[in-house]
């Protein structure tokens, strides 16, 4: 079965970088899509990116391109979110789900039910 393990979240000043690590086990990532999202204290949970299974497509959220990035590390079994010029409202519990043979859909709230694994989350924190 898989499991994810998401990684490198932390605090960082307005205007920094991070790289988030979704880890994966138990089998090979190519064969599902895999998206990240992330939730702020008090509000819904939001998709952030997605990669479709066979690193088809990837959409990032249209109010987060430019600065939010997704790629898949296939020797490492791993998908990285790499996210420049943080604001303080990018600060959230960051997670990565993935769904078996899932093409992602450009509509993002298409994208949570059809996750089967989900990681535990990493907590970003951006102080301004």
């Known amino acids: 079965q898989l499991q994810l393990v998401e990684s490198g979240g932390g605090e960082v000043q307005s205007g920094g970088s991070l790289r988030l690590s979704c880890d994966a086990s138990?089998?090979?990532?190519?064969?599902?899509?895999v998206a990240w999202f992330r939730q702020a204290p008090g509000l819904e949970r939001e998709g952030v990116a997605c990669?479709?299974?066979?690193?088809?497509?990837?959409q990032v959220r249209s109010f987060l391109r430019g600065r939010f990035t997704l790629s898949r590390d296939t020797v490492k079994n791993t998908v990285i979110l790499e996210a420049t010029n943080l604001k303080p409202e990018d600060t959230a519990t960051y997670y990565c789900?993935?769904?078996?043979?899932?093409?992602?859909?450009?509509?993002?709230?298409?994208?949570?039910?059809?996750?089967?694994?989900w990681g535990k989350g990493t907590l970003v924190t951006i102080s301004s």
């Open positions: 789900a993935a769904g078996r043979e899932y093409a992602c859909p450009d509509y993002s709230p298409a994208w949570a039910p059809r996750m089967d694994s």
């Open positions: 138990g089998d090979n990532l190519d064969w599902y899509g």
């Open positions: 990669s479709s299974f066979g690193d088809t497509y990837v």
